[in-house]
C-alpha cells in the first residue's frame, strides 16, 4: 500500500515538445505529491508540489495533474528545452507514512535539441 | 549558504570494511535523513531523525546505524559493509516533521563496496 509507480523509466522528446510523466499510488491516505528533479551528479530538488484539494497546479512550464479518484497523478512539462533533460522522481506522503515521502523509481528525460 | 554538506563525495571500500558518511546542515531545519539510490529503484529512505535526539527506521535500515550528533550532523555508519551497500547515499534536511515533503538534499556520497 506504500508503493509509487512510476513510469515511463526513460523518455525523448524534441525541443518544443511535451514531456509527460505519470505516477500512480495506493495509500489513500497520502495528502502530499511532491516532483523533484535531478541533474547528473547532483542531488534531487524540489521541483513543484501539490496537494489532493486542487486538480492542478502551474508552475511556470511545469504542470501537475492530480486524479483523487484514479490514484493517479502526472507531470507536463510543456515547450520543453534541452536543460530540462534531468531524472524526475514523483513522490507521495503524509500524515499516515509520519509524512516520510515514498518516492517513485525515477523517469530519465532527453530533449534532443 | 552551503545548504546540506556530505562527506566524503566517493568511497572505496571493501567487504567487511567500516566507514561513517557525515552530513550538516545550516538551514536550522529539524528534520534529517539518509536516503540511498540505486538505478530503477528510486530513493528508499534508510533512517531519519524527526528532531534532535531522536531517530528512527526507514524503508531500508539493516546494515547501517545513524546519529544525530547535534541539530546540524546527522551521520550514518556502515559497520561491516557489503557489496550490496554499493549506492549513491543521500542525506537531506526539512524544516519540520509536518513539512516533510520539501526536502533539501546533498550532492550525494557514491560508496562503492568491492
Known amino acids: 500500500q506504500q508503493q509509487v509507480k512510476q513510469s515511463p523509466q526513460s523518455l525523448i522528446v524534441q525541443k518544443g515538445g511535451i514531456s509527460i510523466i505519470n505516477c500512480a499510488y495506493e495509500?489513500?491516505?497520502?495528502?502530499?505529491f511532491p516532483w523533484y528533479q535531478q541533474f547528473p551528479g547532483k542531488g534531487p530538488a524540489l521541483l513543484i508540489a501539490?496537494?489532493?484539494?486542487?486538480s492542478e497546479k502551474k508552475e511556470g512550464r511545469f504542470t501537475i495533474s492530480f486524479n483523487k479518484s484514479a490514484k493517479q497523478f502526472s507531470l507536463h512539462i510543456m515547450d520543453s528545452q534541452p536543460g530540462d533533460s534531468a531524472t524526475y522522481f514523483c513522490?507521495?506522503?503524509?500524515?499516515?507514512?509520519?509524512?516520510?515521502?515514498?518516492f517513485g523509481s525515477g523517469t530519465r528525460l532527453l530533449v534532443r535539441p | 549558504n552551503a545548504g546540506v554538506t556530505q562527506t566524503p563525495k566517493f568511497q572505496v571500500l571493501k567487504t567487511g570494511q567500516s566507514m561513517t558518511l557525515q552530513c550538516a546542515q545550516d538551514?536550522?531545519?529539524?528534520?534529517m535523513y539518509w536516503y540511498r539510490q540505486d538505478p530503477g529503484m528510486g530513493l528508499r529512505l534508510i533512517y531519519y531523525?524527526?528532531?534532535?535526539?531522536?531517530?528512527d527506521k526507514g524503508e531500508v535500515p539493516n546494515g547501517y546505524n545513524v546519529s544525530r550528533l547535534n541539530k546540524r550532523e546527522f551521520s550514518l555508519r556502515l559497520e561491516s559493509a557489503a557489496p550490496s551497500q554499493t549506492s549513491v547515499y543521500f542525506c537531506?534536511?526539512?524544516?519540520?516533521?509536518?513539512?516533510?515533503?520539501?526536502?533539501?538534499f546533498g550532492e550525494g556520497s557514491r560508496l562503492t563496496v568491492l
Open positions: 513522490a507521495a506522503g503524509g500524515m499516515d507514512s509520519s509524512y516520510k515521502l515514498i
Open positions: 495509500n489513500t491516505a497520502f495528502d502530499y
Open positions: 531523525s524527526a528532531s534532535e535526539g531522536t531517530t
Open positions: 538551514m536550522n531545519h529539524n528534520s
Open positions: 537531506a534536511s526539512s524544516l519540520d516533521r509536518s513539512t516533510t515533503g520539501e526536502l533539501f
Open positions: 501539490i496537494r489532493p484539494d486542487v
